[in-house]
Every structure is written in C-alpha cells, then in structure tokens.
T-cell receptor, first 113, second 116 residues
Framework: AQSVTQPDIHITVSEGASLELRCNYS??????LFWYVQSPGQGLQLLLK??????LVQGIKGFEAEFKRSQSSFNLRKPSVHWSDAAEYFC???????????FGRGTSLIVHP | DAGVIQSPRHEVTEMGQEVTLRCKPI?????LFWYRQTMMRGLELLIY????????DSGMPEDRFSAKMPNASFSTLKIQPSEPRDSAVYFC??????????????FGPGTRLTVL
C-alpha cells in the first residue's frame, strides 16, 4: 500500500527566505505525486503534480518540486517566500492501479515578517 | 465554473440529531470524494463515487454514516445519529478519472460540523 510522510509538522521562515518542505513516499513503482495547499478556512488547491518525464516540476505561485526516486522524495521548494504563502501544505501519492491519492498529515508554514 | 459547492458551510447541532451535508461537484467530473479533516487524524477519505456509483466506502467510520449520489451533480453525506466525536471539517472533492491516471482533485470550501 502506498503511504506518504511529511516529517515536519511546522516550518517557520522569514519573508523573503527560501523554503523547502519535505515529502517521502512509500510505493514500489513510479508513483503519481502531488502537492496541495490549504489556506485557512478553505479547501485544498493543487500546487503541482508529477506523473512522468522531467523530475523537476513547476507549479503555481512560484513553487517547484523535484522527484528523486533514489530517495523516495518529492520535496517542495520556493526561492523566496511571501507572507501570503502561510498555509498548510499537503503531499499526496497515488499509484498501483489506484488513482485515489493518499495524503500526508500536512506541514504548517508560518511566515515571519 | 463555480467550483465544488458545499452546503452548509457551518453546522452546529446537538448529539443525536441527524446531519446532512451537501455537495455539488464540478460539471463534467465523473468522480466525487468525501473527506473528513481533524487535528488528530488529518485528512481521511470516507468514500468515493465514480459515475455516481460508490466504489470504496471503507473509510466510512460506522453505520451512522451514509452517502448517496443520486445524479452527477449532487451528493449527500448523512450522519444519523450524530456524536461529538463527529465534529470535524468535511470536504467534498471532484475530479475526472478516465483510466489514464489520477487527475487533480478540486476541493470544495468544506463544512465545519460541530456536534454538542
């Protein structure tokens, strides 16, 4: 069965600093990988997804993620964080004939001015 | 498109009462998902439908929970009787599953349920 781990419950960064949110998955073959963002009081919104091809994926709002098969990771990055990026971030994985993603527990991003 | 629509946005009820949550998916999407989000358990998939048919309801906590999708544009999640431990945010999401791989899930704004 597929699973995903987000090791960091909370991450605090200063506005303008770079960001990396970690995501590790467990799945035997090539997975389908997603990052979603949830702003307070709202539903989840897709930031980016990886299905195949280039392992560096560009998403909305200036985010990118890199698929590293050797490390079973799909970390989310942004070179310069804005205060409006404060939110909950979820990594998700699907595969193995099941197209239903399994979500991680989420990482809460706090941005200091 | 208005996106996924959920109602009500907030629901406060007393233990033992019946609660019905409603969802209108994005037009043209053939799959619909109900999730529950709590601090303790995170985001849990309760049930999903494909072409209006329930495919996997293994996440439904117990018989007090039931879900229906009478047509492609409407679904309900019912809790009867409700209990305080059902307090959570319930999300509905829709997507297009066409057999070529998972598609993006589009989430509604959620219903915050409080059972007193």
């Amino acid at each position: 069965a597929q699973s995903v781990t987000q090791p960091d419950i909370h991450i605090t960064v200063s506005e303008g600093a770079s960001l990396e949110l970690r995501c590790n998955y467990s799945y035997g073959a090539t997975p389908y990988l997603f990052w979603y963002v949830q702003s307070p009081g709202q539903g989840l919104q897709l930031l980016l997804k990886y299905f195949s091809g280039d392992t560096l994926v560009q998403g909305i709002k200036g985010f990118e993620a890199e698929f590293k098969r050797s490390q079973s990771s799909f970390n989310l990055r942004k070179p310069s964080v804005h205060w409006s990026d404060a939110a909950e971030y979820f990594c998700a994985v699907a595969g193995g004939g099941s197209y239903i993603p399994t979500f991680g527990r989420g990482t809460s991003l706090i941005v200091h001015p | 498109d208005a996106g996924v629509i959920q109602s009500p946005r907030h629901e406060v009820t007393e233990m033992g009462q019946e609660v019905t949550l409603r969802c209108k998916p994005i037009s043209g999407h053939n799959s619909l998902f109900w999730y529950r989000q709590t601090m303790m358990r995170g985001l849990e998939l309760l049930i999903y439908f494909n072409n209006n048919v329930p495919i996997d309801d293994s996440g439904m906590p117990e018989d007090r929970f039931s879900a229906k999708m009478p047509n492609a544009s409407f679904s309900t999640l019912k809790i009867q009787p409700s209990e305080p431990r059902d307090s959570a945010v319930y999300f509905c999401a829709s997507s297009s599953l066409e057999g070529q791989g998972p598609d993006t899930q589009y989430f509604g704004p959620g219903t915050r349920l409080t059972v007193l």
